[in-house]
Nanobody
Framework: QVQVVESGGGLVQPGRSLRLSCAVYGNRFQLDRIKAMDWHRQAPGSQRELVARISSGGSPNYVDSVKGRFTISRENAKNTVYLQMNSLKPEDTAVYYC??????????WGRGTQVTVSS
């Protein structure tokens, strides 16, 4: 069974940084089929939105609101995707979810990690 586990959230002041990690666990057959990896977020009272996506080849895409501040990266040998978040703003406060796509399978989601940006 595939497991997707996020970590790295917390409370941080505006302007500071956080790095989120998302590790994927499973058997070799499953892990060899990881394709794109995404970070989504959901703020209270809002719909979940795609924040950043990285393809299997390493090409990133970002929602406009985080361009220039967030960087998504992946370490395939560790089946892990990261989200480096700099210059954080109060409006970045949300639960951040990792979504992993697999070839020939449904995508898997993690349970989320809370990020709170407040002074």
């Amino acid at each position: 069974q595939v497991q997707v586990v996020e970590s790295g959230g917390g409370l941080v002041q505006p302007g500071r940084s956080l790095r989120l990690s998302c590790a994927v666990y499973g058997n070799r057959f499953q892990l060899d089929r990881i394709k794109a990896m995404d970070w989504h977020r959901q703020a209270p009272g809002s719909q979940r939105e795609l924040v950043a996506r990285i393809s299997s080849g390493g090409s990133p895409n970002y929602v406009d609101s985080v361009k220039g501040r967030f960087t998504i990266s992946r370490e395939n040998a560790k089946n892990t995707v990261y989200l480096q978040m700099n210059s954080l703003k109060p409006e970045d406060t949300a639960v951040y979810y990792c979504k992993v796509e697999f070839s020939g399978s449904v995508p898997y989601w993690g349970r989320g990690t809370q990020v709170t940006v407040s002074s």
